[in-house]
């Protein structure tokens, strides 16, 4: 089983649309947690921090179930230029930070 | 502000060749360094990391090596490159604990 495990992609959606991405990570010892974005042929960059208590940054919410050991982004009123790779990223120990294979989100207008 | 550089950006190398690839990172002491590769249309890897200087923890077996002969360079390196070391290699810091890493803009390496 791989540490970090993502949703498949890809996601198409219309502009306006609400979607979801899930990820789920199998070390429950794993001590933080990231969602990146990375656009084509770029280097990927952090889109927020997850915590326990959930927290949401303009459109984009993100919440963590430890129990489930379960991750999530979702990303309201979805806009072209959303268009990008979502990662999802665990610190599993001692500062090992291992990614998702990435869902790949296309907005249409 | 912290700062990382990696180079060069595009690289093509034939088959059998070494390679060796830096990062330096700025604005910081003691960031915990990584490498990383990502396939075509693949997530990212993770290589090596380092916590420390001569302190280099290897994730895959491969063909490649790690030095961090200072503590905010990180080298990648290799003595002989094979057709599927091709891939998008990305260097990247974080301080350490459960804090995130940044990345640098990444090598495009092709081994031809």
């Known amino acids: 089983r791989k540490e970090v495990e993502q949703d498949p992609g890809p996601f198409n959606v219309p502009e306006g649309a609400t979607v979801a991405f899930n990820c789920t990570y199998s070390n429950s010892a794993s001590q933080s947690f990231f969602w990146y974005r990375q656009d084509c042929r770029k280097e990927p960059k952090l889109l927020m921090s997850v915590y326990s208590s959930g927290n949401e940054d303009g459109r984009f919410t993100a919440q963590l179930n430890r129990a489930s050991q379960y991750i999530s982004l979702l990303i309201r009123d979805s806009k072209l230029s959303d268009s990008a790779t979502y990662l999802c990223?665990?610190?599993?120990?001692?500062?090992?930070?291992?990614f998702g294979q990435g869902t790949e989100l296309s907005v249409k207008p | 502000s912290q700062t990382i550089h990696q180079w060069p950006a595009t690289l093509v190398q034939p088959v059998g060749s070494p390679l060796s690839l830096e990062c330096t990172v700025e604005g910081t002491s003691n960031p915990n360094l990584y490498w990383y590769r990502q396939a075509a249309g693949r997530g990212l890897q993770l290589l090596f990391y380092s916590v420390g200087i001569g302190q280099i923890s290897s994730e895959v077996p491969q063909n490649l090596s790690a030095s961090r002969p200072q503590d905010r360079q990180f080298i990648l390196s290799s003595k002989k490159l094979l057709l599927s070391d091709s891939g998008f290699y990305l260097c990247a810091w974080s301080r350490g604990g459960n804090t995130e890493a940044f990345f640098g803009q990444g090598t495009r390496l092709t081994v031809v």
């Open positions: 990223v665990v610190n599993s120990w001692g500062g090992k930070l291992i």
